[in-house]
């Protein structure tokens, strides 16, 4: 028979059970709403915890979750995929897409068969198609139903209007949890993100967004991130085209967000203006360095980022 020290001390976690539970299944834990179902029934009939006005605050859950882990309860990586739900609701879509820049696309007037192995290439099973420019995208074609059509009639004459599938498009202020919810329930796996205008800014993957809680879901096919390069224990060149959060997670930084997402924007932003290609620039934030090692298509590709003794 359990004491009543015993139960006492497990009350803080049955409590965040049932409390993470609410937030939790109206996201991801859909198919275990059964055992998220069991879980409440019996532990409140078992140790009679009621919840005060059936609301309990956001940071009352996650003085309990940082018990849970203090305790041994959870472990810090479960720690951490809780505490991503809160943000996950917070989380504009912009915020984690693939910007242009970065997505493989494929014109629908190209040659498809000339194309073919650099769509192979790129790892990735489904494709924006666009007509005329970027900023008209048209369809998802999907690899694999490339791959059949091209089985039955050859590549010569695959036909991707006859395969490729209606785009979603979403503003990129949508937030993530909104996004997850509508993708799930379309069974829908890529968002078309478009500004203001109705300008092509990027794209989300339900597996971006199920990353945003659980971390990178890495496999044989994910490349090296290579934004940024170590010369040394104090020096290192990035690719200023790393999102502002990655840059600030590398470095140990608090650069904000404004209206740009990358290293490339605030460098400008603070700047006031694009260096020329042969200028000297650099500025000093906190215990670094950042000087422009190139520039050009009027944006600043590299810069050199150096820790101040």
């Known amino acids: 028979m359990e004491s009543d020290s015993h139960r006492h001390s497990n009350q803080p976690i049955l409590i965040f059970l049932l409390i993470i539970q609410k937030k939790i299944i109206s996201i991801l834990l859909r198919p275990f709403f059964k055992i998220s179902t069991f879980i409440k029934s019996n532990i409140l009939k078992?140790?009679?915890?009621?919840?005060?006005?059936?609301?309990?605050?956001?940071?009352?859950?996650?003085?309990l979750i940082c018990k849970s882990e203090e305790e041994g309860v959870i472990q810090t990586y479960e720690k951490n995929m809780i505490e991503s739900i809160f943000k996950f609701n917070d989380t504009r879509s912009k915020d984690i897409m693939t910007s242009r820049?970065?997505?493989?696309?494929?014109?629908?007037?190209?040659?498809?068969?000339?194309?073919?192995?650099?769509?192979?290439?790129?790892?990735?099973?489904?494709?924006?198609v666009y007509k005329d420019n970027i900023d008209n995208i048209i369809g998802i074609v999907h690899v694999r139903d490339i791959l059949i059509q091209a089985k039955d009639?050859?590549?010569?004459?695959?036909?991707?209007e006859e395969i490729m599938h209606k785009p979603y498009f979403v503003p990129t202020s949508k937030k993530t949890n909104e996004l997850f919810k509508i993708l799930q329930s379309n069974k829908i796996h890529m968002a078309i993100?478009?500004?203001?205008?109705?300008?092509?800014?990027?794209?989300?993957?339900?597996?971006?967004?199920?990353e945003e809680i659980v971390g990178d879901i890495e496999d044989e096919y994910d490349k090296e991130n290579?934004?940024?390069?170590?010369?040394?224990?104090?020096?290192?060149?990035?690719?200023?085209?790393?999102?502002?959060?990655?840059?600030?997670?590398?470095?140990?930084?608090?650069?904000?967000?404004?209206?740009?997402?990358?290293?490339?924007?605030?460098l400008i932003n603070q700047l006031g203006e694009i260096?020329?290609?042969?200028?000297?620039?650099?500025?000093n934030v906190d215990n670094i360095n950042?000087?422009?090692?190139?520039?050009?298509?009027?944006?600043?590709?590299n810069v050199r980022v150096s820790y101040i003794n």
């Open 275 to 283: 260096p020329k290609s042969n200028e000297k620039v650099e500025i």
């Open 153 to 160: 009639r050859g590549f010569e004459n695959i036909n991707l």
């Open 101 to 128: 820049k970065d997505t493989f696309s494929i014109n629908i007037d190209d040659d498809i068969k000339e194309n073919i192995d650099k769509l192979l290439n790129s790892n990735y099973s489904r494709i924006p």
């Open 226 to 266: 290579n934004n940024i390069v170590k010369i040394n224990e104090s020096m290192f060149i990035v690719d200023c085209s790393i999102e502002i959060d990655e840059f600030n997670e590398a470095f140990n930084l608090g650069l904000e967000e404004c209206e740009y997402n990358t290293l490339n924007g605030y």
């Open 290 to 301: 950042i000087e422009v090692v190139k520039v050009s298509n009027k944006k600043i590709e």
């Open 193 to 210: 993100l478009i500004d203001e205008y109705g300008g092509f800014c990027g794209i989300v993957t339900m597996e971006d967004l199920v």
């Open 46 to 63: 078992k140790y009679r915890l009621e919840e005060e006005n059936g609301k309990v605050s956001e940071e009352y859950i996650k003085s």
